[in-house]
Nanobody, 127 residues
Framework: QVQVVETGGEPVQAGGSLKLNCVVS????????MAWFRQAPGKKREGVAQ????????YVADAVKGRFSISQDNVKNTVSLQMSNLQPEDTAMYYC????????????????????WGQGTQVTVSS
């Protein structure tokens, strides 16, 4: 049984930093794609960053480029999202997802490419 568990979300003031962690168990595939998405109330789910486990290549969405970074630990089967200079518009539920292969579509990272999802961790940024 595949489990995806996110941790690290909490309230933070604008300008602060957070690191989200995602542990994946029960899924081992060479060349898996692991990604972070976020969804704010009333908005569509958007891809924030993804990493290809095969070679460690990454993609970070323009909206957060320069402030967010993604990394992985293949031994522990975890992926992390380091977030800095957080702003109120970053407030959202953040989800970790796992799929096979990484691609970027016309509108960013396609949620439909991902098979397994976590329950999410809430990030709230106050001004």
């Amino acid at each position: 049984q595949v489990q995806v568990v996110e941790t690290g979300g909490e309230p933070v003031q604008a300008g602060g930093s957070l690191k989200l962690n995602c542990v994946v168990s029960g899924y081992y595939q060479r060349g898996a794609c692991m990604a972070w998405f976020r969804q704010a109330p009333g908005k569509k789910r958007e891809g924030v960053a993804q990493i290809y486990s095969g070679d460690g290549s990454t993609y970070v969405a323009d909206a957060v480029k320069g402030r967010f970074s993604i990394s992985q630990d293949n031994v522990k089967n975890t992926v992390s999202l380091q977030m800095s200079n957080l702003q109120p518009e970053d407030t959202a539920m953040y989800y970790c997802a796992v799929g096979s292969g990484c691609r970027v579509g016309a509108y960013g990272i396609p949620p439909s490419d991902f098979i397994y999802w976590g329950q999410g961790t809430q990030v709230t940024v106050s001004s």
